[in-house]
């Protein structure tokens, strides 16, 4: 089945301990891309990546790492989680990178900084 | 910088009746213009799309227009079920493609 595979879906961490969120997709999908959803503010993109080893800044990058050393994985480092990163986070991918079209979102991994 | 205004906030219908929610871009530049609905507990899923050769794309009861003068985008559902009932994003993405920016979201309540 083709998806996007996120995990973990919860996460509860305290402030300063590093933490990575892991984000698979099994489509051979060029594009991938981090966002977060927050009430009232919709999804705004944290980083994308546009093949391996290709990764730019979203709107919102502060405070979070990202790599592409593979095509299929895609992971968001936290080094020193805040409270104000407590958010929904969703993984998406997109068939191809340089044309617009559909992006594939994962289920989101709900993350608390206490 | 570039945003993308989404309205209404929510919106609720009774089961039947259409349902209409708008978009506002600021980027000139933006070429593709996707809907998502987000189911609860789900990530948002791809309903219609659009781009900007074209003004008007329909599929079977949801239909998108789009008006690049005035920069807007409208997504229309017509017959709403309860099944309708998500929450709905509109979003733009810039030419290349790479940057994609969301509405705040649309809550719509089909009450059957």
């Known amino acids: 089945e083709a998806q996007v595979t996120q995990n973990p879906r919860y996460l509860i961490t305290v402030t300063g301990k590093k933490l990575t969120v892991t984000c698979s997709q099994n489509?051979?999908?060029?594009?991938m891309s981090w966002y977060r959803q927050d009430p009232g503010l919709g999804l705004r993109q944290i980083y994308y990546?546009?093949?391996?080893?290709?990764?730019d800044k979203g709107d919102v990058p502060e405070g979070y790492k990202v790599s592409r050393k593979e095509k299929r994985n895609f992971p968001l480092i936290l080094e020193s989680p805040s409270p104000n990163q407590t958010s929904l986070y969703f993984c998406?991918?997109?068939?191809?990178?340089?044309?617009?079209?559909?992006?594939?979102f994962g289920q989101g991994t709900r993350l608390t900084v206490v | 910088g570039e945003n993308v205004e989404q309205h209404p906030s929510t919106l609720s219908v009774q089961e039947g009746d259409s349902a209409v929610i708008k978009c506002t871009y600021s980027?000139?530049?933006?070429?593709?213009f996707p809907w998502y609905k987000q189911e609860l507990g789900k990530g948002p899923q791809l309903i219609i799309d659009?781009?900007?050769?074209?003004g008007e794309k329909k599929d079977q009861r949801i239909a998108v227009t789009l008006n690049k003068t005035a920069k807007h985008f409208s997504l229309h559902i017509t017959e709403t079920q309860p099944e309708d009932s998500a929450v709905y994003f509109c979003?733009?993405?810039?030419?290349?493609?790479?940057?994609?920016?969301f509405g705040a979201g649309t809550r719509l309540f089909v009450k059957a």
């Open positions: 659009i781009r900007s050769n074209v």
């Open positions: 489509m051979n999908h060029e594009y």
């Open positions: 979003a733009a993405s810039d030419t290349g493609g790479f940057k994609t920016i």
């Open positions: 980027d000139s530049a933006s070429n593709y």
């Open positions: 990546s546009m093949n391996v080893e290709v990764t």
């Open positions: 998406a991918s997109s068939p191809q990178g340089a044309l617009n079209t559909e992006a594939f």
